[in-house]
């Protein structure tokens, strides 16, 4: 059974939207390749997709720091 964006454990409630969307991602991904069972799948998949928001996160203020044009 897949999990989707209104059927998800109850672990990912407090993950922001984009957050869970992708935990959601993971763990679908993690339990068809049958990578441990559900209470591991839920628990990597959340620490994952932290990290990626993390990542995420650093790269769109990088990329969207302005920097003043030198005259």
């Given at each position: ?38 209470q591991q799948v839920i ?29």
């Amino acid at each position: 059974m897949n999990w989707t964006l209104t059927h998800f454990p109850a672990a990912m409630r407090s993950l922001n939207p984009s957050t869970r969307a992708k935990a959601i991602e993971i763990a679908n991904t993690l339990v068809e390749r049958g990578e441990g069972n559900r209470q591991q799948v839920i628990e990597q998949s959340i620490a994952e997709a932290r990290s990626w928001a993390r990542t995420t996160q650093l790269e769109l203020a990088t990329r969207t720091a302005f920097t003043f044009p030198q005259h």
